[in-house]
């Protein structure tokens, strides 16, 4: 197995621009340094007694199509791209502040906010890396998706998403399988954008939602296939879900030590995956959950 790294965080604060797809209105993010061991906390700066929310799976409420926490009276929405780019760049700690209760959409991808953390660099902390091994099978389902995760020889974190639209040509049938490392995940993920099809979008518009959002925010896909966009990978519908699970899993509080292949699951089953992966395996650095 590989030797543990240390925990790493930002070397100073950095802000992400942008509006809510859902909400519409404008936010703004700002990632700041914290001390080790204190792990992902979004913080609502815009309320009065800001509200701290960690970013553990016990803090996740179900909300269609986002991940979103919630800690007493305090709110963030639609948070797993930056809790996916913050694990994929192996940022184990992290004060996130955000002025409005859904964070930005910007292109529909992790970019930004990938972007914004190499600016100002990161940087290793003393104590070891929180790591949960894999050490058996484990599988979830719900109807015909499912999400599981097998030991992995190599000691490394590998994660593979299947999308299957049978119905759907424009999408069809996608694999995306990749090892999550930082490099991995700045070219290969991070640029991967959320999807929906042309349907979908106007559905979503007749019922008042993301009134705001343009073609060109995201991929909206129709019969032939991106409106006013293009595809930066040709599987990239597979791809922007696999970051999703990144991101989803990062709820657990620790660095993945397995291989992860999930088929067509959503936020809401892979977030009970991370909390039957914290319940059922002994984690380095994080009490087992009883």
Known sequence: MNVVRRQRTIVQPVAV???GYWSGKDVRVEFRPAPPNSGITFVRDDLKSAGRIPARFENRIEVPRRTCLRMGSAQ????EHILA????????NCEVGIDQSEAPGCDGSAMAFVAALDSVGIVEQTAPAKRLEITEHVRLAEGDTWIEAVPSLQGTYSVEYTVHYPSDSVIGHQIASFEVTPQVF??????CRTFVLEREAQEMIRNGKGTRVRSQ???ILGENGPLQN?????????RHKALDVIGDLALTGCEIVGQITAFRSGHRLNSAF???LVTRFTTTGLRKSA
């Not at 780019?85 to 184990?92: E, F, I, M, T, Y």
């Not at 700045?186 to 640029?191: H, V």
């Open 17 to 19: 621009f942008g509006y």
């Open 76 to 79: 963030v929405d639609m948070v």
């Open 85 to 92: 780019a913050l694990a994929g760049l192996h940022v184990d």
């Open 186 to 191: 700045r070219d290969e993920l991070a640029p």
């Open 217 to 219: 925010d995201l991929l």
């Open 230 to 238: 293009r595809l930066r990978f040709d599987n990239e519908c597979a």
């Open 274 to 276: 991370a909390n039957e």
